[in-house]
Every structure is written in C-alpha cells, then in structure tokens.
C-alpha cells in the first residue's frame, strides 16, 4: 500500500503566502510524476502543478510566476510554495503521484486525502 499524505493548508489574507508538504509513503519502489491539484466549489478538479523525476515543471497559466513545485526524491516527497495568493485559489488542494509500488510491474496512480487552501480577508 501506498499513502500520501498532504500538509499545510489554512487560512491567509490575500497576497499571502503558504507551502504545501505531500509525502508518500508505503510499499513504494519508484515515484514517476508528482503534482498538485485543486478543487474549488462546484467546479471540475485541476491540474495545478507538476514535477518528473528529471525535476521538469509545469504549471497551469493561472498560478505560473506564483506558485513554485519542487519535490525530495530521498524523502519521497514534494512542495508547492503559493506566493501572492488570490481568493481564486481557494480551493482543496490534492497530492498525486505516480507510483511503481515493491514488487508490481505496473504504475499506478495515489492520490492524498486533500488539505483546503482559504483566501479570504
């Protein structure tokens, strides 16, 4: 099995900042990708950011100049630091990865349990 787990979200003022921690743990023998996504209320989930193991980024145009993806291969685990937040981004943010678990010849995909990002003032 494999669990990812997300941290740091919370309430901020407009223009604040905030940095989310995801960490993957379990039965894990290599990590592909591993991205954020967010889902606000009543819309679809987005992609908002990701990372390769080759530390390629990509970033949705909305967040790109703000936010900045960055992830610790030895501690199985990635960032997101959220500069100049907007009430727009208020959203529950979700951990991905894309995993190749101990003894599986196939990836697959894990998804975290979701920490909620609140811009308001």
């Known amino acids: 099995q494999v669990q990812l787990v997300e941290s740091g979200g919370g309430l901020v003022q407009p223009g604040g900042s905030l940095r989310l921690s995801c960490a993957a743990s379990?039965?894990?023998?290599?990590?592909?990708?591993m991205s954020w996504y967010r889902q606000a209320p009543g819309k679809q989930r987005e992609l908002v950011a990701s990372?390769?193991?080759?530390?390629?980024?990509t970033y949705t145009d909305s967040v790109k100049g703000r936010f900045t993806i960055s992830r610790d291969n030895a501690k199985n685990t990635v960032y997101l630091q959220m500069n100049s937040l907007k009430p727009d981004d208020t959203a529950v943010y979700y951990c991905?990865?894309?995993?190749?678990?101990?003894?599986?010849?196939?990836?697959?995909?894990?998804w975290g349990q979701g920490t909620q990002v609140t811009v308001s003032s």
């Open positions: 991905n990865a894309v995993v190749k678990p101990t003894g599986r010849h196939m990836w697959d995909t894990y």
């Open positions: 379990g039965s894990i023998f290599r990590i592909n990708s």
């Open positions: 990372i390769t193991t080759g530390v390629t980024t």
